[in-house]
């Protein structure tokens, strides 16, 4: 249950993170693709994820 909690906290924190620079990017008149901000939004997500377990994986 904790994986699946630190999984929806790193979701949420990415995709608060990528609205964020949506919103500043359309302020300025810059246009994203949003193929490529998806990918390299997941990716983050993974990322961040396996940061926040990597404490639990070096204890057992």
Aim: hydrophobic residues 55%; glycine residues 4%; aromatic residues 6%.
């Amino acid at each position: 249950m904790k994986h699946f909690l630190k999984g929806i906290a790193a979701v949420l924190i990415v995709t608060l993170v990528s609205m964020a620079v949506h919103v500043f990017c359309n302020m300025h008149d810059i246009h994203l693709d949003s193929a490529a901000t998806g990918i390299v939004t997941a990716i983050c997500a993974v990322a961040f994820y396996h940061a926040l377990i990597m404490n639990e994986r070096k204890d057992k």
